[in-house]
């Protein structure tokens, strides 16, 4: 790769605050002792569609019946087949009558004849198409069939009976196509795709290795294949042992495959969760803050926050401040921008009073302002990442550069993403830990890669292809010098908490 | 006419010719609201009594169930709080648009009618402090249906 060369040139990284960078010797952080892999396979919803119905099929090559019934056969006895076939063995074919496959042959009589007044009696009207499930014959309008069907599966129902409240047939995948059939149209959205995913939820929730992806509208699954030595058996143990297991849908998104929240590598899933609870309850915080807008505090001008950069400058004033702690961006700029964490001094004081409520939530709302303007921030940037494509093919067709030279600037991006998600949840560990130096340490780092954060995303400002390729060295030096900060506080953070430096309260 | 209005058209018209013993519905001039009488003859908990089982129906009906309590004198079982409020399935999850007053009315009946408890649902009194004023809109956690 061309870009390579620039990797290791260290004359060309920016890096002016080395000589304050954390001494990773002085504290014997062992690196990466011997890191257990958490294996997984990323799946979409067609493929692991795939292996429901063969194993459907497989069922059904033993029993002799249909893929659909096995579908519903398979969903009364948790997927596992070899219950089916236990129950087939001792029962027969009356496995089908007591699962709603079939009706016994005494009620079959009594069914009624097929109405010749074509009355639906939901609706009351008089209609041409009445509809009944292949197995039994309770007839309803198509109109009034579809809408109770609708229902149903819109509650995630995937075993639904017979819209007739003493029969007990199982509505199958082929009267579903059947019912379909007569809306051809764009506007409805097929019963049977529904019922498939219905289907096909119901499997993944009764199977512990397999998770949804939890991001908003994903269907993508995750299926855990395992760790990479014998020495850990399960996932409680792989967590016990300081490890996260961190995965990736097909879609790129990733998370945590234990609590199925995302990505919050580097703290622990409990400390996860209760930030976030404790986040959401308080109402104090939603109060606090209030979301993209900020006021300048020179002019009191509404000031609109449009890019994931902490430097703002005043459209009608021209004044320049920090989006975090509303100071003069110049009293930031120039020696480092001291914005994440308290000055020592500040810390000492709030630590005496730590005890009362009033300090309490102050210390929650110093480290939670942290952590949603990141969060914020990382919004904005993802905002900017969907628009990354435009901005590349501006490039190619405008300056004639090629894609993987290109590459830089999707690079970076990816990155900045991932070190301001550790950024975000490392403050988040920081309210839940005892105050010591070693959480000192952490804040120092934290201020480290903050900087970096702020330099890359206020490059990210940039909007002309022209300049983006002319920084392009740039782009490069501050996203590498911003990994080696991030990999830094990560390990801080895993060393102090696996020895307990980090004392979680 | 709208969908729920005939349907209930209907419903009204089979109630007050198909005459069920111990079920009675009471005139009424809108279909949003209808109160039907129950007597349970076989019971000596509820011999002297006739309750009244109001229902109210919302646009959605039938494809969303009516809203059914007692009111006034409210029986005393095991899955009738003694605001009025009734535990039962098809009232809730088990609601399919084939139900009708009718057949509600008849589960009620004989929910009391089989029924030997002289008591309250165990959760009664923190159920009705806290109960909405929709029954729909608590989540029951269904009691066992052999009770
Ligand atoms: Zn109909
Ligand atoms: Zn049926
Ligand atoms: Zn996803
Ligand atoms: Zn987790
Ligand atoms: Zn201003
Ligand atoms: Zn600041």
Redesign the interface.
């Known amino acids: 790769m061309a870009t390579s060369d620039y990797y290791d040139s260290e004359e060309e990284l920016d890096l002016s605050e080395d000589d304050l960078e954390f001494d990773l010797q002085d504290l014997h952080i062992t690196s990466q002792d011997s890191e257990i892999e958490f294996l997984f396979k990323s799946l979409t919803s067609d493929v692991l569609w795939i292996s429901i119905v063969e194993k459907a099929d497989h069922v059904a090559a033993f029993i002799g019946m249909t893929r659909d019934e096995c579908l519903v056969l398979l969903q009364h006895y948790d997927w596992r087949e070899d219950k089916v076939l236990d129950d087939f063995l001792s029962l027969g074919d009356e496995i089908k009558v007591s699962k709603g496959l079939a009706l016994s042959s005494k009620l079959r009589h009594s069914l009624p004849l097929h109405s010749l007044s074509r009355i639906c009696?939901?609706?009351?009207?008089q209609v041409d198409q009445m509809f009944h499930l292949e197995q039994c014959s309770?007839e309803?309008c198509v109109k009034?069939y579809t809408?109770?069907l609708s229902?149903k599966l819109r509650q995630q129902d995937s075993l639904v009976?017979c819209?007739?409240?003493s029969c007990s047939i199982s509505v199958s995948l082929q009267d579903l196509k059947a019912l379909d059939s007569n809306f051809p149209g764009k506007d409805h959205k097929p019963l049977y795709d529904i019922m498939i995913s219905n289907i096909a939820k119901n499997y993944v929730e009764s199977n512990p290795k397999l998770k949804w992806c939890p991001a908003p509208d994903c269907t993508g699954i995750v299926q855990f294949d395992g760790f990479s030595t014998y020495e850990i058996g399960t996932l409680k143990e792989y967590l016990d042992s300081h490890n996260l297991p961190i995965v990736t849908c097909p879609y790129s998104h990733s998370f945590c495959f234990a609590c199925s929240y995302e990505d919050h590598d580097p703290i622990p899933c409990n400390i996860a969760k209760n930030w976030i609870r404790k986040s959401k309850d308080d109402s104090e915080t939603a109060n606090w803050i209030d979301i993209n807008t900020k006021q300048c505090p020179k002019c009191d001008a509404v000031i609109e926050k449009n890019g994931g950069c902490n430097h703002m400058t005043c459209k009608k004033c021209a004044y320049q401040f920090c989006w975090i702690c509303l100071q003069d961006w110049p009293l930031h700029g120039t020696a480092y921008y001291n914005c994440s964490r308290y000055d020592a001094s500040a810390i000492k004081e709030m630590h005496q009073k730590q005890q009362t409520t009033k300090q309490s939530l102050k210390r929650y709302l110093h480290y939670y302002k942290f952590y949603i303007s990141h969060e914020l921030s990382a919004h904005q940037d993802n905002d900017l990442f969907r628009s990354i494509e435009s901005r590349v093919q501006e490039m190619q067709q405008d300056l004639g550069i090629s894609w993987i030279d290109c590459q830089f600037y999707r690079t970076a991006m990816k990155l900045l993403i991932k070190s301001r998600k550790v950024l975000k949840w490392s403050y988040a560990l920081l309210y839940y830990c005892e105050v010591n130096n070693y959480v000192y340490i952490v804040e120092t780092n934290q201020s480290f890669l903050s900087n970096s954060i702020e330099d890359l995303s206020h490059l990210f400002q940039l909007t002309d292809p022209k300049c983006i390729v002319r920084e392009r060295l740039q782009f490069i030096n501050l996203s590498n010098s911003m990994k080696k900060r991030e990999a830094a506080l990560v390990e801080i953070i895993h060393e102090g908490l696996k020895n307990q430096h980090l004392k979680v309260t | 006419m709208s969908?729920k209005g005939?349907?209930l058209?209907?419903e009204y018209k089979d109630l007050v010719s198909n005459q069920v013993p111990g079920i009675t519905c009471e005139a009424t001039d809108s279909f949003d609201t209808l109160v039907i009488q129950v007597s349970v003859l076989d019971n000596p908990l509820y011999i002297d009594d006739s309750y009244r089982l109001r229902f109210i129906f919302s646009d959605k009906y039938?494809?969303?169930p009516p809203q059914v309590q007692f009111i006034d004198k409210i029986p005393i079982h095991p899955h009738i709080y003694s605001n009025g409020h009734i535990c039962l399935n098809?009232l809730g999850n088990?609601w399919?648009?084939?139900?009708t007053v009718a057949?509600i009315s008849m589960s009620v009946q004989s929910m009391l009618a089989s029924n030997n408890l002289n008591q309250r649902p165990p959760d009664d009194d923190n159920y009705v402090k806290h109960a909405p004023e929709n029954p729909q809109h608590s989540s029951f956690y269904y009691h066992d249906d052999t009770v």
């Open positions: 009696a939901i609706c009351c009207e309770h309803y009034c809408r109770y229902d009976l819209m007739e409240p | 969908f005939k349907r058209a209907k039938p494809f969303s098809i088990d399919t648009p084939s139900q057949s």
